[in-house]
């Protein structure tokens, strides 16, 4: 984690106006380990948003509910494979359809 404050750090001081995203990625088999990482996280950088991945296999990733309704945070991309074509924008509807299916 010091190692992102100071990789923020740098940023800010060589780059003050540049627009940045930090994005938390969270692996779909993550259980409720996963909120705790993302509060700790939270605490090195600002986060913006979260992705999702590894959601190609059985993996639910419903941690992924609790950590953005608890840090207030939007789910940008799911990753549902390897490739980077595999990297898709987040979609609520299909997600809650997976997750009861």
Same mark, same amino acid.
Not at 29 to 38: D, E, F, P, S, W
Not at 80 to 97: H, Q
């Given at each position: $984690?010091?190692?992102?404050? %100071?990789? *923020? /750090?740098?940023?800010? #001081?060589? +780059?003050?106006? &540049?627009?940045?995203?930090?994005? @938390? ?9 996963? !909120?705790?990482?993302? %509060? ?6 600002? @986060? /913006?948003?979260? +992705? !999702? /991945? %590894?959601?190609?296999?059985?993996? #639910?990733? +419903?941690?992924?509910? &609790?950590?953005? %309704?608890? $840090?207030? @945070?939007?789910? *940008? !991309? ?5 490739? $980077? =074509?595999?990297? #898709? +924008? ?6 809650? =359809? &997976?997750?009861?299916?």
């Amino acid at each position: $984690m010091e190692e992102l404050k %100071k990789i *923020k /750090t740098v940023i800010d #001081k060589q +780059a003050p106006e &540049a627009l940045r995203e930090s994005i @938390l990625v969270i692996d779909a088999n993550t259980g409720q380990n996963g !909120l705790q990482q993302a %509060k700790v996280f939270s605490e090195s950088v600002n @986060l /913006t948003c979260v +992705a !999702l /991945t %590894k959601l190609d296999g059985s993996a #639910k990733g +419903a941690i992924i509910i &609790a950590i953005a %309704k608890e $840090m207030k @945070l939007p789910v *940008k !991309l799911v990753g549902v494979g390897e490739k $980077m =074509e595999d990297l #898709k +924008a987040f979609n609520p509807d299909d997600f809650i =359809e &997976a997750l009861f299916s």
